[in-house]
């Protein structure tokens, strides 16, 4: 093997993930963190600070090995703001509430759906409105920042050097066009666009480790850092690395605190006529181009139906009783109706119910699955997903769900991956576009049941409700 080794960082919203690899893709060891957001004057934030304490014990864990690269992830709503060389403040953390005055001022700012293929989200998900609140709560501070994306204030608190990344600004933000390829107009015009730290690509080197880093670390001074980018972003170029994916019609649906549907379509198509108010958005590539999305907060939604730690749908030991458990579930008609986490999904403004609800606790595990297909296949349905699927991220291992998917999508070739082949190691493909992932996708089996008529029971009282809500 060359000499060699990268630290991939992965900051998301639920964890913090650090793991080291070595210049054939192979993972030779991985960290994992729990996040928990701090409350500073009655707003949630992210806890850069801790985080950052972390992640430096976490990479002089590596100080023995040959590391020369450094890549940073993130997801893609969180925004920094540096004021003389320093963080101003903790960043918002993207589930802190906004208030209504706020929002419906910033509301009046924003461009089309067409122009920047954002929906209009709540909270602070779209991170346009979290700099609109953060003006408002702190005036004169963002107007002499330099703000960057939270994949990339990580490149900056190992290199000191500020930069901007595509993927990033361009996952539900407001602030990219896709066509464009350039900031929205409402970021120019409100003068945001002038704030960001200069637009690279993902795959740039940003600097050099800062010596103070060096030394806590043990790392090199010369271990370059690359700028990173939006962790689903990272899934799209790991599903690439498979022939079955690479440049054909195909999707990945990204499993974790979100379920993302990302369709790599073989030939351009309008993303102006996504359904915005379905929680449809389209992301961009690192690559700059426009990728078709749907999504819902799928792992949120299963961790409150089944109020356990999320692994528990798909814990390797429990997955035949939770598969045994599917006709029972299927004969009684045992249904859970959108939505868990209201004003997302592509039913934001249903109200969650059970039918039927099991007291057997397997029975009640494989109605979350078959909930969570359910929602997915709609969703899919939503961004004209066809031919393959590539499910993959920790729910990738749930059988009662990606079985459930296969045989709700007859005509798709559904497929699993290596749990490695994951965020992290698409962000590995960011030095070396030709990495193969370890190990071939696995075609996933239907299940042995008749799902149609539980998805028209499903969807009929999907849709009973909606009109008694609306009534």
């Known amino acids: 093997m060359a000499r060699g080794a990268t630290i991939v960082i992965d900051l998301g919203k639920t964890l913090s ?5 070595d210049l054939d893709g192979q993972m030779l060891d991985r960290q994992v963190r729990p996040n928990i957001p701090l409350e500073i004057d009655g707003t949630r934030r992210l806890d850069a600070h801790d985080i950052g304490a972390w992640l430096l014990e976490t990479l002089s864990r590596y100080a023995d090995h040959p590391v020369t690269t450094i890549i940073p992830v993130g997801h ?19 589930e802190q509430a906004i ?61 000191g050097n500020a930069v901007s990344e595509v ?18 107009a409402m970021a120019h015009r409100l003068g945001w666009a002038a704030r960001f730290a200069p637009v690279v690509r ?25 700028a990173g980018l939006h962790d689903s972003n990272a899934a799209l170029l790991a599903a690439r690395g498979f022939a079955e994916i690479a440049d054909n019609e195909a999707t990945v649906l990204s499993t974790g605190t979100w379920f993302i549907g990302m369709r790599l379509p073989a030939t351009p198509v ?13 992301n961009i590539d690192v690559h700059g181009r426009p990728v078709p999305s749907a999504r819902f907060m799928g792992g949120r939604e299963i961790e409150t139906l089944i109020e356990i730690d999320t692994r528990r749908v798909d814990i390797k030991p429990d997955q035949p009783a939770l598969l045994a458990a599917v006709p029972a579930v299927l004969r009684a008609q045992r249904l859970i109706l959108p939505t868990l986490m209201r004003g997302f999904g592509p039913y934001p403004d249903s109200a969650f119910a059970w039918i039927n609800r099991p007291e057997d606790w397997y029975e009640r595990r494989a109605a979350a699955c ?53 965020v992290s190691f698409g962000a590995l493909r960011l030095i070396d576009p030709g990495l193969k992932p370890q190990g071939e996708l696995v075609r996933v089996e239907p299940l042995d049941a008749d799902l149609d008529t539980y998805r028209n029971r499903w969807k009929a009282e999907v849709e009973a409700a909606r009109t008694r809500s609306a009534a």
Request: glycine content about 8%.
């Open 17 to 21: 993930k650090v793991s080291l690899w």
């Open 76 to 94: 893609g709503a969180g925004v920094a703001a540096l004021v003389d060389g320093k963080l101003a403040f903790a960043p918002l953390d993207y």
């Open 99 to 159: 208030p209504d005055e706020v929002m419906g001022a910033y509301r009046d700012q924003r461009d089309p759906f067409g122009h920047t293929g954002s929906p209009a989200l709540p909270d602070g998900l779209n991170f346009g409105s979290q700099l609109w609140w953060l003006d408002r709560l702190q005036p004169g501070v963002i107007a002499r920042a330099t703000l960057l994306p939270w994949a990339q204030y990580w490149a900056w608190f190992l290199t």
């Open 167 to 184: 993927t990033s600004l361009g996952c539900h933000s407001d602030l990219w066009s896709p066509q464009g390829a350039d900031f929205s």
């Open 202 to 226: 993902a795959g740039d080197t940003v600097g050099t480790l800062l010596p103070e880093i060096a030394k806590t670390t043990g790392l090199s001074e010369n271990v370059r850092v690359l």
């Open 270 to 282: 309008d993303t102006a006529s996504l359904p915005e108010a379905r929680d449809c958005l389209v």
């Open 370 to 422: 078959l909930y969570a297909a359910l929602v997915a296949d709609t969703l899919l349905d939503l961004i004209g997903a066809s031919g393959r699927l590539l499910v993959e991220g920790r729910f990738a291992e749930a059988e009662v769900f990606v079985r459930a998917l296969a045989s709700l999508r007859p005509d798709t070739a559904v497929y699993t991956a290596n749990a490695h082949n994951d």
